[in-house]
């Protein structure tokens, strides 16, 4: 992690998300006093779970990698964060610590503002935060429709939901598959990787998608929309 300042030539003034374009003038200084901008290399740790945390991340450019870290090597993939989106909200809410971990997939340029000030923010400003409530519980809503999939799919219908969320994120990166390993591919459908590399030789097999190194393209969206919908 490294800061960037002011007379950096990739520093960037303002924050480009329609929700801060609710803030008074006053609010956006209070804002801008309260954050540090910074970047991560490709494979930083933006948040640790379990760590303190004493401010919010928002995206200003790159991707990013959100999971929950189990046992050993177990982790569990929940989203791939993308430009002008918050890391950490639960933090506002009364929060002290993150309760997940995530890691650049790309560089990222990040603004770390003060959780404090975010909700003081909110507190005065409706507008302002009526979208981070909304954003915050779209979160929510994610995040129980992964927990509903892992505990009533088969793996086939895990593989597919996985294959088509992170296939929905190429209008983002192009590259998308590439970032990602067969690991990760398997940790976001809760799969072991040995099961993961089966099930998408099993999928090219069947003309469902084609394997290139890393890439990976679907050949039959609707065909695997109906193996997740079967489960």
Known sequence: MKTIYENDKD???DINTPCFKNLLPEEVQLVKAGKTQVFFRKGDNLTKQGAFASYILFI????????LE???????????????????????????????????L?????????????ARVIKQNGLFGFSIIKRYCEQNV????TVRNIMYKQMNGRMADALLYIDSLKT?????FQL?????????????????VK?????????????HERDIRLLKQDALIEISRRG
């Not at 340029?109 to 975010?118: H, W």
């Not at 994610?142 to 429709?145: E, T």
């Not at 983002?172 to 998308?176: F, L």
């Not at 390993?181 to 993961?196: P, Q, Y």
Request: hydrophobic letters at 40%.
């Open 70 to 104: 189990g046992e050993g090597t177990k982790n569990f993939n929940l989203r791939i964060i993308k430009q002008g989106e918050f890391v950490g909200l639960s933090a506002v809410f009364d929060e002290n610590i993150f309760n997940y971990s995530s890691i650049a």
């Open 60 to 67: 200003i450019k790159g991707m990013a990698k959100q999971y």
């Open 142 to 145: 994610n995040l129980l429709n």
């Open 11 to 13: 520093f960037i003034c």
């Open 172 to 176: 983002e990166s192009e590259d998308i």
């Open 199 to 211: 099930l998408l030789k099993t999928f090219e097999r069947e003309g469902l998608i084609e394997l």
């Open 106 to 118: 790309t560089d990222c340029q990040v603004f770390l503002i003060e959780k404090e000030i975010i």
């Open 180 to 196: 990602l390993s067969r690991k990760d591919i398997a940790d976001f459908a809760g799969i072991s990787t040995e099961s993961a």
